[in-house]
């Protein structure tokens, strides 16, 4: 049973234009995202986080939107770059303090054509 | 800056041998944790350790162990390795707590290959 899910295996965008990736959650106990970012034969790095007791985090290009009560999230991009091409994941924690198991999507696959 | 290292990048192994993966992290974090990424199934959590000799299973830990002697070594150990363990495998660590700009951070990742 997939808690975080992302249903677009992948997207094209062109060089310039925004880039929206989205992922869904179903567990109501998630209350802490992120994002992360993979290139092939890499670790993935992170990206942007968000608490969910904002709506909005932005960071530079990146702005990250949650909207709890459709239990979905959202990565902008914006200006889109060849160098954005990757295999993005979306990850949730229920909470912040201590550990906290964090579960990943299965990720969705960004071209971004010059 | 964070550095997560995992000893072997590469490996092939044959069925039924011992691996050993090693990670090293040298940001005195707490929590440590092995994911394999598979294509089609994201990043799923074998197990992960919150203090030296602590243990905790994630999503997947069957064929697997692991070992946490010192704070800063997570080793993971396919008992006797099977083809359906050929994947890419991601050490992580982080604080305890996530938030306030901690977050996970990863090794380069080490691609197994068992034949």
């Known amino acids: 049973d997939q808690q975080v899910k992302q249903n677009s295996p992948s997207l094209s965008v062109q060089e310039g234009r925004i880039s929206i990736l989205n992922c869904d959650y179903t567990?109501?106990?998630?209350?802490?995202f992120l994002w992360y970012k993979k290139y092939p034969a890499e670790g993935p790095t992170f990206l942007i986080s968000?608490?969910?007791?904002?709506d909005k985090n932005e960071d530079g290009r990146f702005t990250v939107f949650l909207n709890k009560s459709a239990k979905h999230l959202s990565l902008h991009i914006v200006p889109s770059q060849p160098g954005d091409s990757a295999v993005y994941f979306c990850?949730?924690?229920?909470?912040?303090?201590?550990?906290?198991?964090?579960?990943f999507g299965i990720g969705t696959k960004l071209q971004v054509i010059p | 800056d964070v550095k997560v290292t995992q000893s072997s990048r590469y490996l092939v192994k044959r069925t039924g041998e011992k691996v050993f993966l090693e990670c090293v992290q040298d940001?005195?974090?707490?929590?440590m944790f092995w994911y394999r990424q598979d294509p089609g199934l994201g990043l799923r959590l074998i197990y992960f350790?919150?203090?030296?000799?602590?243990?905790e299973k994630g999503d997947i830990p069957e064929g697997y162990s692991v070992s946490r002697e010192k704070k800063e070594r997570f080793s993971l150990i396919l008992e006797s390795a099977s083809t359906n363990q050929t994947s890419m495998y991601l050490c992580?660590?982080?604080?305890?707590?996530?938030?306030?700009?901690?977050?996970?951070?990863f090794g380069e990742g080490s691609w197994l290959t068992v034949v």
């Open positions: 940001m005195d974090h707490e929590n």
């Open positions: 990850a949730a924690s229920p909470g912040s303090g201590g550990y906290q198991k964090v579960t």
């Open positions: 968000i608490s969910s007791i904002k």
């Open positions: 350790s919150y203090d030296v000799k602590m243990k």
């Open positions: 992580a660590s982080s604080l305890l707590g996530l938030g306030d700009g901690n977050t996970i951070y």
């Open positions: 567990n109501s106990m998630f209350d802490y």
